[in-house]
């Protein structure tokens, strides 16, 4: 007989939701999934040192992984630990694919292109790939029903953010419409 697995079970993101939650000496009221890197982390932890907030790193290419990772553990979060905000932070570092498909015997690169100028275009292509990355998974979590209805009659807040690495600006996404906007620092 095969025994039938909870959603949550394996699920890293929960996994590690669990072991903060035991170490916490009061319980959870934010859960906070968060990209893995280190500068926006340590930020995000000064930010919410006052809460009771439990901050996961993953990276954010992951947060889908095998499924609905991210959605499974937000879900767990609202139903295990009644946590009233869910905070989302993705970041322009990123790890998304960002190479295109590349014919063989064609130049590198044009020669008249300054590296400068491809650099920053390439820099710019990753950022842009990773907040439609995050965007797409904002639009996914907010689309589970459980989700959706708790943020929709107010007993769930749902915050946005997007870290841009190379300024080290925040931004908040807006799910509603799709769109982007600069916190000040």
Request: proline share 4%.
């Given at each position: 007989?095969?025994?039938?697995?909870?959603?949550?079970?394996?699920?890293?993101?929960?996994?590690?939701?669990?072991?903060?939650?035991?170490?916490?000496?009061?319980?959870?009221?934010?859960?906070?999934?968060?990209?893995?890197?280190?500068?926006?982390?340590?930020?995000?932890?000064e930010a919410?040192?006052?809460?009771?907030?439990?901050?996961?790193?993953?990276?954010?290419?992951?947060?889908?992984?095998?499924?609905?990772?991210?959605?499974?553990?937000?879900?767990?979060?609202?139903?295990?630990?009644?946590?009233?905000?869910?905070?989302?932070?993705?970041?322009?570092?990123?790890?998304?694919?960002?190479?295109?498909?590349?014919?063989?015997?064609?130049?590198?690169a044009d020669?008249?292109?300054?590296?400068?100028?491809?650099?920053?275009?390439?820099?710019?292509?990753?950022?842009?790939?990773?907040?439609?990355?995050?965007?797409?998974?904002?639009?996914?979590?907010?689309?589970?029903?459980?989700?959706?209805?708790?943020?929709?009659?107010?007993?769930?807040?749902?915050?946005?953010?997007?870290?841009?690495?190379?300024?080290?600006?925040?931004?908040?996404?807006?799910?509603?419409?799709?769109?982007?906007?600069?916190?000040?620092?």
């Open positions: 007989m095969v025994a039938a697995s909870k959603p949550h079970e394996g699920n890293r993101l929960v996994q590690n939701l669990k072991k903060v939650v035991q170490q916490a000496d009061r319980s959870i009221t934010w859960a906070v999934f968060a990209d893995d890197d280190p500068l926006m982390l340590r930020r995000l932890g919410l040192g006052k809460e009771s907030a439990a901050i996961i790193p993953a990276p954010q290419n992951l947060w889908s992984c095998g499924g609905h990772a991210l959605e499974d553990a937000v879900v767990w979060a609202i139903n295990e630990l009644a946590v009233v905000s869910v905070v989302l932070v993705g970041s322009s570092a990123a790890g998304v694919p960002v190479s295109d498909p590349i014919l063989a015997g064609r130049a590198a020669e008249s292109e300054n590296t400068l100028l491809a650099s920053v275009r390439a820099s710019e292509r990753k950022r842009r790939l990773a907040q439609e990355d995050f965007s797409q998974q904002v639009q996914s979590l907010v689309n589970v029903h459980e989700v959706g209805h708790r943020v929709a009659r107010g007993s769930l807040a749902l915050h946005c953010l997007f870290y841009r690495a190379e300024s080290g600006v925040f931004t908040a996404f807006d799910p509603r419409d799709g769109s982007f906007r600069a916190l000040i620092n």
